[in-house]
């Protein structure tokens, strides 16, 4: 008989690190271009979120978001949808039903950030509010339904920071808040933008759009931890990162934001034609 793990749970997560560590890392040798290994890298993180996730939740790797008046973000590296709804387009996504966006950086740096960021504020800048029947309007009035905006987040298997803060630095809470406010928010609906961010090397960062939250986590390995660790420095102080536990804190993040993400059920394709496609004549019998 197997003897009782009180760290089952952390040892399941070093081993799927290391998987995805392997992963990525065969690519990297493989494809020294560094368009192809960062694509390849979407892919072996993507591959891990279909694991991860319930099947509800569709992974879709290079996509677009649209929404109803025509504005299209820019290429999401991931895009986490719907998928119980129909795929109307391919690789497209009306934004009534997308949960959440991915930025993957195999190395990130302060301009790769800048970039990260510009790519989620092209998101930001779409519709999210769906245009709904009177049918609907009455619906969400009486049961005082809400919908989420996509949540957004970054994942860097690597970054050029020596420190915590200097990482951290890179997404500072000011230009996050700065950016929220393009799309006003209507009463009764959930307006909240979420920044998640995560190094493998570094750790965790969480961004609310209400109250100015912000939430800071370092990934310090244990003591008696034997795994690879990471050299960075917080507060001035030296410290081994974990990656696995930042891949761990990620993932739970994830998973919260996910599993409170709601989408109207009031949507409805049609929005997105012209008054002339999206007309019909009702024929009586003949």
């Known amino acids: 008989m197997l003897s009782p793990d009180p760290n089952f749970l952390e040892h399941y997560f070093h081993s799927i690190y290391n ?12 494809l020294p271009h560094a368009g192809l290994a960062g ?13 991860f996730l319930p099947i509800r939740f569709g992974i879709e790797t290079g996509g677009l978001i649209i929404d109803r008046h ?22 497209v996504f009306p934004i009534e039903t997308v949960y959440a966006t991915i930025e993957v950086k195999t190395t990130l740096s302060s301009q790769e950030a800048s970039i990260a960021l510009k790519n989620i ?27 989420s905006p996509p949540a957004s987040a970054i994942f860097a298997y690597r970054t050029e920071a020596n420190s915590f803060e200097t990482f951290a630095r890179w997404f500072p809470l000011e230009e996050f808040r700065r950016d929220i406010d393009i799309i006003p928010q209507k009463p009764n609906n959930s307006g909240i933008r979420t920044l998640t961010v995560c190094a493998l090397d570094q750790g965790l960062i969480k961004m609310e759009s209400t109250n100015a939250y912000v939430e800071r986590w370092a990934a310090v390995a244990r003591e008696n931890e034997v ?24 993932l739970t993040t994830l998973w919260q934001r996910l599993s409170t993400h709601r989408l109207h059920p009031g949507f409805d394709i ?6 002339q496609q999206a007309s019909v004549v009702e024929v009586p019998d003949v």
């Open 227 to 250: 795994n690879r660790t990471f050299d960075s420095q917080v507060r001035g102080v030296k410290v081994q990162i974990d990656p696995a536990h930042s891949l761990l804190l990620f």
């Open 270 to 275: 049609r929005t997105y034609m012209s008054l």
């Open 39 to 51: 694509s390849e890298n979407e892919k072996v993180l993507s591959s891990l979120l279909r694991d």
């Open 70 to 91: 025509g504005r299209v973000s820019k290429q999401c590296d991931i895009v986490i949808f719907d998928a119980e709804s129909p795929k109307f387009f391919r690789k």
């Open 19 to 30: 998987k995805l560590e392997a992963d990525a890392l065969l690519f990297n040798r493989k």
């Open 121 to 147: 504020r092209s998101i930001f800048e779409l519709d999210f509010y769906p245009e709904l029947t009177p049918y609907w309007e009455t619906k969400t009035e009486e049961n005082n339904l809400y919908h």
